[in-house]
């Protein structure tokens, strides 16, 4: 092992490929998720003294990284295509009536829809359903209650039909 | 019967109801074809996310990444090897002062990992280190190279970082750090353990004005817009750090 080498390193290695995805699904770009998973494996080591046994480290790189993809997109103020909110409360599941899945949709555009969600609600939908955490390590790693984790979830999975079925998105001015 | 809400099939998707909110959501989709029809398609669109991602989760991990997790702990950084974090943004003569002020012990390269929060400091709930009381009072109030109080806190250095947020670089007794005004909160940034007992500040190596690696490394990340010098950091202070122009 090198010299660098200790628990929380080797941890933080094992962790790589995870972050990797985590950070392509939440950027939209694996060049950027690359860039963002160097930003917060730097940010890591500058906190190594701060992070303390018993936390879980996934969920602390996976906030670093979040965070910092959050103040990227801010102060970048791009605008960016995003589908409006259907409805901030809980409300019924409606019929749509549609047939089944659509079997000619590949994972491209799944990523281009994923790209179309806010990021709030990208990142939730990233944490749950393709990095396996439960409402309360998603509601633990990005500081929000459980319940917003699921209206958050639910609306996301909303849009992607939406967005399946060919619904014009709203443009929003901004993405925060 | 209550109604199935979104948030109901979604947790159920998800494994996340109770065995009672299981039974009624079964119910309500046994009921109702197209709730059926809408609950699969749901479930299929979910299933197909993480497939669409695995090519980075199995792709060979770049070596910058494994370059950056090799790197030494603790290694003194020269002055002039953090000149790239100021990026050109300082005036030479700015960069002299720089050099006077940015004087932290080096780094005897022990962890703080096991330990219990260092005194001046407090663990939030995500398990990072935020000031406390009396480490806030100190942060906001006292001049660089002031000291007072029982952390007998020294500030090193009071900057602006790239997003206009107030940092000021301190030690204590037992470490040297950074912290930054962010959301109306005194969050540390980063934390290492000083090898030089509080007061021995003019003891600390000035010769090539070695700087913490980690605070160097925060610097470089954070950027550094502005550096205040002593007018501006009373005024600052005085002002109770407010939000400024920067």
């Known amino acids: 092992m090198g010299q660098g080498d200790n628990k929380f390193r080797i941890e933080l290695r094992s962790l790589l490929p995870r972050l990797r995805r985590f950070g392509h699904a939440l950027t939209g770009s694996a060049d950027d998720g690359d860039d963002l998973v160097q930003d917060a494996l730097e940010k890591a080591l500058s906190r190594e003294a701060q992070f303390r046994e018993g936390t879980r480290l996934d969920s602390w790189m996976y906030k670093i990284m979040q965070n910092a993809w959050i103040d990227k997109k801010r102060s970048a103020a791009r605008q960016r295509l995003v589908v409006q909110p259907i409805e901030e409360d809980t409300h019924a599941i409606g019929e749509d009536g549609r047939e089944s899945f659509d079997a000619r949709i590949n994972l491209r555009q799944v990523r281009e829809m994923m790209e179309r969600l806010h990021i709030d609600e990208r990142s939730v939908l990233v944490l749950v359903s393709i990095e396996g955490q439960t409402y309360q390590q998603a509601a633990d790693t990005l500081g929000i209650p459980i319940g917003t984790v699921m209206s958050r979830l639910a609306r996301a999975r909303n849009k992607l039909l939406l967005l399946l079925d060919g619904l014009n998105p709203t443009p929003r001015e901004t993405e925060q | ?246």
């Open chain 2, 1 to 246: 019967m209550s109604t199935v809400t979104d948030e109901m099939i979604t947790a159920w998707l998800d494994g996340e109801v109770s065995p009672q909110q299981r039974e009624e959501i079964e119910q309500a989709v046994a009921a109702s074809p197209q709730l059926g029809r809408r609950v699969a398609r749901l479930s299929q669109m979910d299933r197909m996310l993480a497939p669409a991602y695995s090519e980075t989760l199995n792709a060979a991990i770049p070596a910058r990444f494994e370059a950056i997790l090799a790197r030494p702990r603790a290694s003194a950084w020269s002055l002039s090897r953090l000149h790239p974090v100021f990026g050109g943004l300082l005036e030479p003569r700015t960069m002299g002062m720089a050099a006077a002020v940015l004087v932290v012990g080096v780094v005897a390269g022990g962890l703080l990992l096991s330990k219990p929060a260092e005194p001046g400091f407090e663990t939030a709930s995500d398990g990072l280190l935020i000031a406390n009381k009396e480490m806030v009072i100190s942060l906001a109030s006292l001049q660089s190279s002031g000291a007072a109080g029982s952390q007998a806190v020294r500030i090193k250095l009071s900057l602006v970082d790239g997003g206009g947020n107030y940092c000021r670089q301190f030690e204590t007794a037992s470490s040297a750090g950074l912290a930054c005004l962010e959301g109306g909160q005194w969050k540390v940034d980063t934390l290492s353990p000083a090898n030089a007992p509080a007061g021995q500040g003019d003891q600390y190596v000035m010769a090539d004005g070695a700087v913490d690696p980690s605070i160097a490394a925060a610097l470089k990340r954070r950027g550094v817009k502005q550096l205040l010098d002593r007018a501006q950091e009373a005024a600052a202070i005085a002002t109770g750090w407010k939000a400024t122009e920067h």
